[in-house]
């Protein structure tokens, strides 16, 4: 029996971190449809449930597109059971008149504050809102010691969750005939040991919103022998699109083409396409009197990637020495900046470097 | 740096002038108008070239202002010493910087030099030529200086080492540039427009900050109002439910009602069968037996209706009488008159095609009088026209051959006398050479002799043998030619002479009188007459062998033959009208014979159909004395009447039991119609549903459409919410680089003014020099600050020394170049020129300014110009 574990999928976000309105529009398309292809690899797969361990949506206002499309990939695959358990981003507004409107399909199944139990073939699937944390919350869970015992929560797990917003206690959870514990709330793919019996684990988000959330994204695949009763994970990488983030190191560098030469050589070892977001982080430092034009080292990698820009983190250096005897005016100027005990070294670089462009008469960066 | 000579080719108003210069201090003295300031120009324009090339003002237009006015070479050359080394420049100005002209070479070598560029003055001084207007040329009225990064650069030392003092002006204004292009206090400046953009996006970003709540209320609105718009659905389906009950019982009762209508139809129907019975008192009869006795009415009357229609009128009578023959004797059958109607046709035809190709009355004559007279002919007339013809061709070749005849004859005769000649000549020869050899046997010797002999005789004997050749040709043989023609001639006039005399006989046979000229045209209008009898001939024997095929005797006969029979008198011309009239006349015959006929038929019939109807109804009570018609009309009619209300009396009992077995009778007889609410009604709460379901449906639209536009807005909201941290984040970066940019310009200035205020200090010292050799006193109320501008103190403050006099104000500015200029210049000292600096001073300063000029004149070359003697 093949079931999927995923969370985190934020469909709808908002998007505007790091791209334009259009630009956004456009991924949150990319999102959905990926959570449609997943739905569609599930089928094609023969996968008997998804586990959707929590923040389906990202925010309560939930677009009627992105509500039918998710209506429709359940509705128009009965033969998968799909488990929903709402995160804290999640809202009713998807679930709202569903049941009334006689719309909701038979093969979803949703939990509530307290512990619900589904049973899915030899396998037990429970889940409850994270809310509290108390000790009465987790004696609601009682699972079957004889049966596969899948426990779908969302939260952030910790040995001590107290003062943890979202907090999971794991010694809560020990112990309790748990094979699987599917988490959501850490975009970040993890797992872990959770008691002799069961493991722990975060599936991660299915596809990367920003630079923080860098690297491979996609579900964990589930296959369980119901004789032996092993749970064998596998990650499935799935995101439509790789965020990557890359370091050059452009320290010596005197021109711009120096930069671009150093960092085309970083982005040439980073697994990125022509369909990846990428972040070039420029670091190392730099004479102050160097030639640098961010904006033309951007524009030289713009059209190889879907997206790309650029962060410089490189800082300024003045040798000092090279100055101290120098009668002209730019070493009187250095002297002078760097007598000058209220600045930071930060500063002084940086004003040191805006003087003597000024003096070549270039503009300052 | 001194200048040693120099020659004006044409400057303004200089021309054709040299001028030799001494080191130290050289001074001209001339007259207002000389030229002098030109002079001055012209140094500064060996050295730097013109100036203000784009410049309208005469002033500021060098090239204008000095062009030569007597016209020539514009511009002249210059000896100076710089660097140890002697150098000539020359230049030469055209009408634009482009036509100008420089060169430089070495005073000793004569060579051209490279040592310096067009740019001489700023590579020798280290100015441009506005710093050196300011240093070391000291204008009328010009004392006071204002430094240039130049003269800083120069004073500093530094212009030969990395130029950056010279680029601290543009590098400030670069910086202030900046600094203003971002500017929050300027309205152009970045932050400034930052700062309004974030403050419309703050406000925008506030006022859509309930927009997500809006929108949740709007959804939990619309899940509301679909729950609602359900209860309708609701309410409608089972109002329709009861709508469809309340139809099912109206249909009941309306079932109800068709029964009663249907037992009561059948009574009705009962009642009237019994009635109609009572018209019979003998009994129904038979449907079947009154149909024949009306048939047979209908028969009798038909028969009736014959008897008129073929009774036979008198005429008519009268007519068959007179048709005896056609009744006592066979007819003729329709085949009969087919047969001699074709036969008539055929006589007809044959008779009118005869009368086309047979032979007119005239064309008879004719044929009767050609006949006659060509009956005697032996010869065919054409044949005798191909003689004739024959004769008049071999006339006319008699006479070529005649003339041929005569041609021959004359060509031999010819041919004759040329022989004879020939035959003379050759004989004359022989004699002569005969008669020579003669004579040379006596004069010369025997073999002279002989040889004119056999010369001779031969000649003659060539001779004697044409002449008998020619004879034989001839006179013995004539030509074969010749002779051949006169016997053809021969011939042919024996051929004519005989073939005149036929024709001659023909023609008087035919009554014709024979001439030559004629007799073709005669001989023509024979043939032709031959031809027509011919043809008249053919004509005839043709129409009669048409006649004698088609047999048109025999076929009359026939037609007359068969008409004589059945009494009509044949006209061979109205044969086809006769047989017409036979026919119809037979036809006619025919139709009174079978109207008699059919009249005695009818009148059986009649007698025998009424005898029969009135004993039938007789039998069913009916007078058979009445108008049988008319009795058996009403039988027939109330009949009808009975079986039209007996089939319908069956029909309603019919109709009738089949409702009974098709419907519970006892559940329509228990309907109580008072109890079943009205379909209407309850259509109309229906239609209330409908209504209030639309209204929702409409509400459910509308809360959608906000909601839509509550998430386009929340979309932008959230676009703005990024916009406004970007801005934000924009804004303090701008701003960062704003306050770093405004602390380097400080920090520059700063290190600028630090920089300069080392090297005043000589220009100070030098200054105090210059100033105490002129005035006597200290200097100590003098201050130079680090822009080496000149201030004053008086009463406690510095002050400019625009505050001074001017004399005073000339003396110390004029001290201050000259400090400027020693500091500036500190190895290789620059010539100064002066043009009239001290027109300011009262005469005791005047005096005074002399021995400046002689303590200057100690280090520099002094090129000093004054229009005063007492200046001098």
């Given at each position: 029996m093949k079931i999927i574990h995923c969370a985190d999928i934020h469909l709808d976000s908002a998007m505007t971190s790091h791209s334009d309105p259009e630009s956004a529009r456009k991924r949150r398309g990319e999102m959905l449809r990926t959570f449609e292809r997943m739905v569609s690899y599930a089928a094609r797969e023969g996968v008997s449930a998804i586990l959707i361990a929590g923040d389906l949506f990202d925010a309560p206002n939930t677009r009627e597109l992105t509500r039918n499309t998710v209506l429709h990939c359940i509705a128009s695959n009965p033969a998968i059971a799909f488990f929903y358990l709402k995160g804290n981003h999640d809202d009713n507004n998807f679930l709202n008149g569903l049941d009334e409107l006689g719309k909701k399909p038979c093969n979803l199944m949703l939990f509530g504050r307290n512990w619900g139990c589904y049973e899915c073939g030899g396998v037990a699937i429970y889940g409850a809102e994270l809310h509290g944390g108390d000790t009465a919350f987790y004696d609601g869970l009682q699972p079957d010691a004889e049966k596969i015992n899948i426990v779908m929560l969302h939260g952030q797990i910790s040995e001590n969750p107290a003062g943890v917003e979202h907090g999971i206690d794991l010694k809560q959870l020990r112990g309790r005939n748990i094979d699987y514990l599917a988490l959501g709330h850490i975009h970040v793919p993890g797992s872990g040991r959770l008691d002799d019996r069961g493991t722990y684990c975060y599936p991660g988000c299915l596809e990367g919103r920003g630079f923080d959330e860098c690297g491979e994204r996609g579900f964990m695949l589930l296959d369980i022998d119901e004789e032996s009763r092993m749970i064998t994970r596998t990650f499935v990488p799935f995101a439509g699109r790789k965020i990557v983030s890359v370091s050059a190191d452009i320290t010596g560098c005197m021109t711009t083409q120096e930069m671009i030469i150093t960092a085309a050589e970083a982005l040439s070892d980073a697994e990125c396409d022509a369909s990846s977001i990428v972040r070039l982080v420029l670091t190392g430092e730099l004479d102050a009197e160097c030639e640098k034009d961010i904006a033309y080292l951007t524009a030289a990698f713009a059209e190889k990637y879907d997206y790309f820009e650029t962060a410089d983190e490189t800082r300024l250096t003045v040798d000092m020495d090279d100055y101290?005897?120098?009668?002209?005016l730019k070493g009187e100027f250095i002297r002078t900046v760097f007598g000058d005990?209220?600045?930071s070294d930060e500063d002084k670089a940086v004003i040191v470097r805006y003087g003597l462009r000024a003096l070549a008469g270039e503009e300052a960066d | 740096m001194r200048i040693i000579s120099c020659r004006i080719e044409n400057f303004g108003k200089l021309h054709d002038l040299d001028l030799s210069f001494s080191d130290g201090l050289n001074v001209f003295c001339r007259e207002n108008g000389w030229g002098k300031s030109t002079l001055a120009a012209f140094i500064k324009a060996m050295l730097y070239g013109l100036d203000g090339n784009k410049k309208r003002d005469l002033d500021e237009n060098e090239r204008k202002r000095f062009s030569?006015?007597?016209?020539?070479?514009?511009g002249g050359k210059m000896e100076f010493e710089a660097g140890q080394k002697r150098y000539t420049v020359t230049r030469t100005f055209g009408d634009s910087p482009a036509k100008d002209t420089f060169e430089l070479r070495n005073a000793e070598t004569n060579l051209l030099s490279q040592d310096y560029s067009e740019r001489l003055g700023e590579e020798l001084f280290k100015l441009n030529s506005a710093s050196f207007y300011r240093s070391i040329f000291i204008g009328q009225s010009d004392c006071p200086t204002v430094s240039t990064d130049d003269i800083h650069a120069k004073i500093g030392d530094l212009a030969d080492n990395t130029g950056d003092m010279n680029s601290f002006e543009s590098a400030d204004e670069r910086l202030r540039k900046q600094i203003n292009a971002l500017s929050p206090r300027l309205k152009s400046g970045s932050l400034f427009k930052l700062s309004e953009e974030i403050s419309d996006l703050r406000r925008r970003v506030a006022e859509g900050k309930n927009l997500r709540r809006d929108i949740s209320e709007c959804e939990n609105k619309i899940a509301e109002t679909e729950q609602q718009k359900l209860s309708r659905k609701a309410e409608r389906s089972d109002l329709e439910a009861q709508q469809t009950q309340a139809i099912k019982m109206q249909e009941l009762l309306f079932l109800r009602g068709e029964w009663d209508r249907l037992k009561e139809y059948r009574e009705n129907s009962k009642k009237a069968l019994d009635e109609a019975a009572e018209k019979f008192p003998s009994g129904i009869p038979d449907e079947e037996t009154v149909k024949d006795s009306i048939h047979t009415a209908v028969e009798m009357k038909s028969a009736e209706s014959l008897m008129q229609s073929y009774r036979l009128s008198a005429y008519e009578e009268e007519r068959l009488a007179g048709m005896s023959v056609l009744s006592d004797s066979e007819k003729p059958s329709p085949e009969d008159f087919d047969f001699y109607f074709r036969l008539e046709k055929e006589y007809r035809a044959a008779h009118s095609q005869y009368e086309k190709i047979r032979l007119t009355e005239s064309e008879t004559d004719r044929l009767w009088q050609l006949s006659e007279a060509f009956s005697q002919d032996k010869t065919s007339p054409s044949e005798l026209a191909a003689i004739w013809n024959n004769r008049v061709s071999t006339k006319n070749s008699l006479f070529s051959k005649r003339a041929a005849c005569d041609a021959i004859e004359s060509s031999a005769k010819k041919a004759r006398n040329a022989a004879k000649k020939r035959v003379v000549v050759l004989c004359a020869t022989g004699c002569v050479l005969i008669s020579l050899g003669i004579t040379f046997f006596f004069i010369y010797s025997a073999a002279w002799f002989l040889s004119a002999v056999i010369l001779g005789g031969l000649f003659m004997s060539v001779g004697i043998f044409s002449a008998v050749l020619i004879m034989e040709n001839f006179v013995r043989k004539p030509p074969e030619e010749l002779h051949q023609l006169r016997r053809e001639i021969i011939n042919d006039e024996k051929f004519i002479e005989e073939t005149d005399s036929v024709i001659e006989n023909y023609l008087s046979a035919h009554g014709m009188l024979f001439t030559e000229s004629e007799a073709d045209q005669m001989l023509s209008e024979i043939c032709r007459e031959k031809r027509d009898l011919e043809e008249l001939s053919q004509k005839n024997e043709a129409a009669e062998k048409f006649r004698i095929e088609n047999n048109l005797h025999v076929l009359g006969e026939s037609i007359m033959a068969f008409l004589k029979k059945y009494g009509t008198e044949p006209d061979a011309e109205r044969l086809s009208d006769q047989l017409h009239e036979l026919k119809e006349a037979v036809a006619e015959h025919e139709l009174l014979t079978e109207k008699v006929r059919q009249f005695e038929s009818a009148q059986q019939i009649y007698h025998s159909d009424r005898a029969a109807i009135r004993q039938f109804l007789a039998a069913y009570g009916f007078d058979g004395n009445e108008d049988v018609n008319e009795a058996l009309e009403v039988l027939r009619s109330d009949l009808a009447e009975y079986d039209r209300l007996a089939s319908l009396h069956s029909a309603a009992d019919s109709e009738l039991e089949a409702f009974k077995q098709s419907h519970d009778i006892d559940t329509l007889a228990s309907l109580d119609a008072e109890s079943i609410p009205s379909p209407e009604t309850l259509g109309e709460a229906i239609r209330r549903c409908s209504d209030s379901l639309e209204t929702l449906n409409g509400s459910i639209q509308s809360l959608k459409q906000t909601r839509d536009e509550l998430y386009r807005q929340l979309a932008l909201w959230e676009s703005d919410s990024s916009a406004l941290r970007e801005k934000t984040e924009e804004q303090a970066a701008e701003k960062c680089k704003y306050d770093r940019l405004t602390l380097t310009r400080v920090l520059l200035r700063t290190a600028k003014e630090a920089m300069v205020a080392r090297y005043v200090e000589p220009v100070y010292s030098a200054f105090r020099r210059y100033h105490e050799t002129v005035t006597g006193l200290s200097s100590d109320r003098y201050r130079i600050d680090a822009d080496v501008n000149l201030t004053v103190e008086e009463l406690g403050q510095q002050r400019d020394i625009k505050t001074l006099s001017a004399g005073y104000r000339d003396l110390a500015g004029l001290c201050l170049r000259l400090g400027l200029a020693d500091a500036m210049y500190r190895d290789e000292k620059p010539m100064l020129i002066m043009d009239d600096p001290f027109t300011n001073l009262d005469d005791e300063k005047a005096s005074a300014s002399k021995k400046l000029l002689h303590a200057v004149s100690q280090n520099h070359q002094v090129i000093y110009f004054t229009c005063s003697k007492t200046r001098q």
């Open positions: 101290l005897l120098d009668q002209s005990g209220t600045l | 030569p006015w007597q016209g020539g070479v514009f």
